[in-house]
């Protein structure tokens, strides 16, 4: 359990750090959460625990059965494949939140794959960070 609490923390910490790396470099017109209440700093970070809930849900069940299915497919493309598959499990995430009424908001495909592969980047840093938390923090 403590496992599972941490990655939605590295989730939610690695989406926000994505969002403000999109907002430094210009382009946050391509990815940007809204939050429940936009002045409330504890709507804001309830918000991105809830997308990071969501990220690990969706890329848990539906990410890992599209990467079984589609395994001939990484293959033959040696791996360039998963760009897409993120890229698509990003823009499902944006799409539900947004039924929701909260969340992820991404301008096209292009933004989704492009917001994945840094959020994917990040998460794996601050994974790294936090792995200790997690307690799994053996050798490997």
């Known amino acids: 359990m403590r496992r599972f609490v941490v990655r ?11 969002t403000l790396l999109f907002a430094a470099v210009g382009w946050s017109s391509g990815v940007r959460v ?14 991105f625990l809830l ?19 589609a395994f001939p497919l990484y293959l033959l493309t040696l791996g360039l494949i998963s760009l897409v598959v993120n890229g698509l499990l990003f823009l499902l995430v944006a799409w539900l939140s947004d039924a929701i009424g909260f969340g992820l908001v991404v301008d096209g495909f292009w933004w989704g794959v492009l917001g994945a592969l ?3 980047v990040i998460g794996w840093l601050v994974g790294l960070v936090l792995r200790p938390l997690s307690g799994d923090d053996r050798e490997r």
């Open 8 to 18: 939605v923390i590295v989730n939610a910490i690695a989406l926000w750090l994505t």
């Open 118 to 120: 840094v959020l994917g």
């Open 51 to 69: 997308l990071g809930l969501l990220f690990g849900v969706v890329n848990g069940v539906l990410g890992t059965a599209i990467r079984i299915v």
């Open 34 to 47: 809204v939050a429940y209440d936009r002045g409330d700093a504890v709507a804001s970070v309830l918000t």
